[in-house]
């Protein structure tokens, strides 16, 4: 049986994290005009480049940001090491609303030479019983493939619902029918606690909101201004009923008792994708439950469908 230890990362083990994030990506190519390009090397690429590959693991500078902006969202990163070697990560943050404490896992990864020897399993027991600890009451997860479904299967998580990854191509009227007046909000104003989201939701809204407000930093690491994100108040007869963003992913929270109401939903969606083309980003994505789906495409926005997954949750 291998011997490995479990302890909580430090910004020091920053390359020990990204080489074994690398080691799990197969081919490094260039990617340019959202599309990737002749092989290359890792050590060729920008950090934007190395990015697109899967996210801010695999670079020195944004997994910095990406440390700061989980531990900012009461979360932490948990390492599996082996002769001083990192072998296994899982990160987890977690957020409290009116009602619940809840726990959401962001990536779980076992460095290759290394898996099928309950590196994954040791790491998911350690913070489920973090979570019990933190007086959560739910964790939730996001299985990337068949590897990880069996593996959180086999701990008791159950499927909630489908996520489904699409592409915003049109909006049925160009203009809203709200009268809503739409102002920028300061990162610094989280939404409130009695706001949901209910466009996007993905990971827990403190930690999208935190991260969403770092954008800025990766943009000029990206040296490319248009990975900078706004958020916005849409506020109708004086009061404030929506926050919206105008990022690639596009994000919508609005108020509790609004949560059900989709024409408000699909005219803050209709607003966000305008915000989003007046800044000239050439994709506008999001998540969307199947619920969602359907009613959107049927009130006539294009969406196309990219990738579906599925939201699995533990009952602690
Ligand atoms: C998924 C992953 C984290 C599993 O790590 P691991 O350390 O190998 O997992 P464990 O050894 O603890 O495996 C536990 C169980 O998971 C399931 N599992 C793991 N690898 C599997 C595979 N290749 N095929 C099918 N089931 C698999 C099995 O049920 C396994 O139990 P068993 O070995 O008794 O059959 C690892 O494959 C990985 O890093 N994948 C790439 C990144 C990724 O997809 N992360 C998930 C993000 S949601």
């Known amino acids: 049986m291998l011997e490995f230890k479990l302890r909580e990362a430090k910004l020091d083990d920053t390359f020990e994290i990204v080489s074994c994030n690398i080691d799990d990506v197969e081919k490094w190519r260039h990617f340019d005009q959202m599309k990737f390009l002749d092989e290359t090397s ?10 697109m590959h899967g996210g801010p693991w695999l670079d020195p500078q944004t997994f910095r940001i990406h440390f700061e902006t989980v531990k900012e969202a009461n979360g932490d990163i948990i390492i599996a090491e082996y002769n001083d070697k990192v072998i296994g990560e899982l990160d987890y943050v977690v957020d409290s609303d009116d009602e619940s404490t809840y ?10 030479k290394y898996r099928r020897k309950g590196v994954a399993t040791a790491l998911m027991k350690h913070v489920i019983s973090k979570a019990k600890e933190l007086g959560c009451e739910k964790i939730f997860i996001e299985p990337e493939d068949v590897r990880s479904l069996n593996l959180y299967c086999k701990l008791g998580f159950r499927r909630l619902y489908d996520l489904l990854k699409v592409d915003i191509q049109s909006i049925p009227k160009l203009k809203p029918e709200v009268n809503a007046d739409v102002t920028v909000r300061n990162w610094d104003d989280t939404p409130p606690s009695d706001f949901r989201e209910v466009i996007g939701l993905y990971y827990t809204p403190k930690y999208e909101w935190i991260a969403l407000k770092r954008m800025k930093e ?3 690491i990206f040296q490319n201004s248009l990975w900078e994100t706004y958020a916005y108040n849409v506020i109708i007869d004086d009061k404030n009923c929506g926050i919206f963003t105008d990022s690639r992913l596009i ?6 008792i609004n949560v ?6 699909s005219e803050l ?3 966000s994708v305008l915000k989003g083309l007046e800044r000239k980003r050439k994709i506008l994505w999001t998540w969307l439950k199947e619920d969602q789906y359907n009613e959107l495409t049927r009130i006539g926005f294009g969406l196309k469908l990219t990738s579906k997954s599925q939201l699995m949750c533990l009952a602690l």
């Open 103 to 112: 726990m959401s896992i962001l990536w779980l990864l076992t460095r290759p």
């Open 269 to 271: 969606l209709k607003l």
């Open 218 to 220: 990766l943009s000029k």
């Open 260 to 265: 059900n109401n989709t024409h408000l939903i």
């Open 42 to 51: 890792w050590d060729e690429l920008t950090p934007f480049e190395r990015y």
């Open 251 to 256: 994000k919508i929270w609005v108020n509790k």
